[in-house]
């Protein structure tokens, strides 16, 4: 079994792998730099706010979460496809949280796009997403790409220290079937780790 960095990595090229080839994501752009540059509203929940690794400010960017990696699901909460993919994506959260070489350096965080705090928590309490989800009513995600926002979308973001992120992997629409995306990844950990 990978452990580290090295697992992180494995993860991070992986899935962006799988998300563009294997799950058939369409052409999305996300501009780093600008993505790094954008603030969003802290979390109400001390557990949340734990889970993140952020203090006690009101406002935070993605470089300030804990986290080597963090995968971003951006939704609406009146988008029928996020409705209706909230199951496998708490199930993947579920997957990432019993794996003790994943649990700390991959984060899960959903970015509900012209949502209002309301909205994101009827969204939160009605699919019982157990992971952080912030509002983004004045869709500052719109910075972030040329391209007309789609929900969901899964971007996968690189933290690489300072306030500096990389974006790794877009995949827009349904991830389908976790079990067989976790499997995925893990027959071709195996398989990396014994090419080295």
Do not use: W
């Not at 600008?34 to 979390?43: C, G, K, M």
């Not at 993605?62 to 996020?82: N, T």
């Not at 928590?121 to 912030?134: Q, W």
């Amino acid at each position: 079994m990978l452990t580290g960095t090295r697992a992180v990595a494995l993860v991070v090229i992986l899935a962006g792998t799988l998300f563009s080839l294997a799950l058939g994501a369409e052409a999305y752009r996300v501009d780093d730099r600008q993505l790094a540059e954008l603030e969003f509203s802290v979390p109400d929940s001390p557990q949340a706010m734990r889970y993140l690794g952020l203090t006690g400010k009101s406002k935070f960017r993605l470089s300030h979460i804990r986290a080597g990696v963090v995968l971003v699901e951006i939704f609406s909460m009146y988008c029928p496809i996020c409705q209706d993919e909230a199951p496998n994506v708490n199930e993947l959260y579920n997957l990432v949280q019993r794996d003790p070489s994943l649990k700390d350096r991959v984060k899960i965080l959903g970015i509900g796009t012209g949502n209002t705090p309301f909205e994101v928590d009827v969204f939160r309490k009605k699919y019982e997403i157990p992971f952080p989800l912030v509002p983004d009513d004045d869709m500052v995600l719109k910075r972030a790409s040329p391209d007309q926002i789609r929900t969901p979308t899964f971007v996968i973001v690189r933290i690489e220290g300072g306030n500096r992120i990389t974006v790794q992997g877009v995949h827009v629409g349904r991830i389908g079937n976790v079990s067989e995306f976790i499997k995925t990844l893990s027959e071709s950990s195996r398989k990396k780790e014994g090419a080295q």
